[in-house]
C-alpha cells in the first residue's frame, strides 16, 4: 500500500466552516493521515490552534503543500485559480489529487484542471451539498458532511483510478455520491441551491425593506424560508459571478413563476390558487427524508 493511500498527507486550503469541518471529520475518516490546514490569516492560524483542531495549521501555502497527496480548496471560488497556480509550483506528493468543495464547477474546473497539467498533480471537481448560514471555523462541525450529497465533477481527463479516488474519499467522509459534467452541475445547483439563496433574500427584502419592525412577528415560517439569506454576501458574489448564465435563466423562472402567482391572487381565483399550492407541495414532497439540514449548500 503506498503513503497516498496508508498514511496520506491531506492538506486544506481555507479554515472556514467547509475547511474546519473537513479537518475534524478527516480524524475519523483517515485516522492516519496528517492533515495541514492553510490560511491566510495569522489571527486565523491562533484560532485554529485556540480550537484544538486536528490540524497543523499555517499561513504558507508552500508548507501547508509540499509533499500532499491531495489537497481540498475550501476557499471561495473567486481565488480558487491564483490558489492553484501557486500550488503547482511546489513540489507536491506523488499521484497528488486536487478538489474542492465550491458551489460552481463550469469552465472553472477545466481552467484549474489545465493549470495543473503536466506537473504531477490533477484536479478534479467536487461539491458536498452540506454547509450551514453560519460561517466561520467556529461553526465547523466533524458530522457535517455525514448524509449529505457530493457531486463530483469529472471531465473527458479524468482517469478511471483518480475518480474513483476521490468518490471513495466522500464516500468515507458520509456522502452520498452523484457523477455529473461541471456543466451540468451548474445548470442543477442554480435550481437547487442559488435560486433558493437569492429568493430567500427577495423574500426578505420584500418583507422588510419598508418595515423592518415586522421581524418581531416572526415564526419558525419565516427562519425557515429565509435562513440562507444570511449567507456571507461576499462568497454569493463570487458564486453568482461565476454561474451568472444559469442563474439569470432560473431568475427569469422565479419571475414568471411570481407574475403567475400574482395573477392568481389578484383574481382570487382559488380554484388554480389551490393548484398551484398543490403542484408546489407535490414537487417539494419529493425531496428524500433523513436529508441533513444545514441551510446553505
Given at each position: 500500500m503506498s503513503p497516498t493511500e496508508s498514511h496520506p498527507i491531506i492538506a486544506i486550503a481555507g479554515p472556514g466552516l467547509l475547511g474546519g469541518s473537513l479537518a475534524m471529520a478527516l480524524k475519523h475518516s483517515h485516522p492516519t493521515a496528517q492533515v495541514r490546514l492553510w490560511a491566510r490569516r495569522p489571527e486565523a492560524v491562533a484560532e485554529i490552534e485556540a480550537l484544538q483542531l486536528p490540524a497543523k495549521a499555517t499561513t504558507s501555502l508552500s508548507e501547508a503543500v509540499t509533499g500532499a497527496h491531495w489537497i481540498i480548496l475550501a476557499t471561495p471560488v473567486a481565488v480558487m485559480e491564483h490558489l492553484v497556480t501557486q500550488i503547482a509550483r511546489q513540489a507536491l506528493g506523488e499521484n497528488c489529487i486536487v478538489t474542492d468543495v465550491g458551489s460552481v464547477k463550469g469552465d472553472l474546473v477545466h481552467r484549474l484542471e489545465a493549470l495543473l497539467e503536466g506537473q504531477g498533480a490533477r484536479f478534479i471537481g467536487s461539491h458536498p451539498m452540506a454547509g450551514s448560514e453560519k460561517a466561520g471555523i467556529s461553526a465547523a462541525r466533524a458530522d457535517l458532511f455525514r448524509g449529505a450529497n457530493c457531486i463530483?465533477?469529472?471531465?473527458?481527463?479524468?482517469?478511471?483510478?483518480?475518480?474513483?479516488?476521490?468518490?471513495?474519499?466522500?464516500?468515507?467522509?458520509?456522502?452520498?455520491?452523484?457523477?455529473?459534467?461541471?456543466?451540468?452541475?451548474?445548470?442543477?445547483?442554480?435550481?437547487?441551491?442559488?435560486?433558493?439563496?437569492?429568493?430567500?433574500?427577495?423574500?426578505?427584502?420584500?418583507?422588510?425593506?419598508?418595515?423592518?419592525?415586522?421581524?418581531?412577528?416572526?415564526?419558525?415560517?419565516?427562519?425557515?424560508?429565509?435562513?440562507?439569506?444570511?449567507?456571507?454576501?461576499?462568497?454569493?458574489?463570487?458564486?453568482?459571478?461565476?454561474?451568472?448564465?444559469?442563474?439569470?435563466?432560473?431568475?427569469?423562472?422565479?419571475?414568471?413563476?411570481?407574475?403567475?402567482?400574482?395573477?392568481?391572487?389578484?383574481?382570487?381565483?382559488?380554484?388554480?390558487?389551490r393548484d398551484f399550492l398543490a403542484e408546489a407541495k407535490g414537487l417539494r414532497d419529493r425531496l428524500p427524508t433523513g436529508a441533513p439540514h444545514y441551510g446553505i449548500d
Open positions: 463530483i465533477t469529472p471531465t473527458p481527463k479524468t482517469s478511471a483510478p483518480d475518480l474513483a479516488r476521490v468518490s471513495d474519499f466522500w464516500r468515507a467522509l458520509g456522502c452520498r455520491l452523484l457523477t455529473m459534467s461541471p456543466e451540468e452541475h451548474d445548470q442543477k445547483v442554480a435550481r437547487i441551491s442559488h435560486l433558493p439563496h437569492l429568493m430567500a433574500a427577495v423574500t426578505t427584502l420584500a418583507a422588510l425593506r419598508t418595515d423592518p419592525e415586522a421581524l418581531s412577528c416572526a415564526g419558525g415560517g419565516f427562519r425557515d424560508s429565509t435562513r440562507v439569506a444570511s449567507g456571507d454576501p461576499d462568497l454569493w458574489t463570487g458564486i453568482v459571478r461565476e454561474n451568472k448564465d444559469a442563474i439569470a435563466a432560473r431568475l427569469r423562472d422565479g419571475l414568471d413563476t411570481l407574475r403567475e402567482l400574482l395573477e392568481i391572487v389578484e383574481g382570487m381565483d382559488e380554484g388554480k390558487l
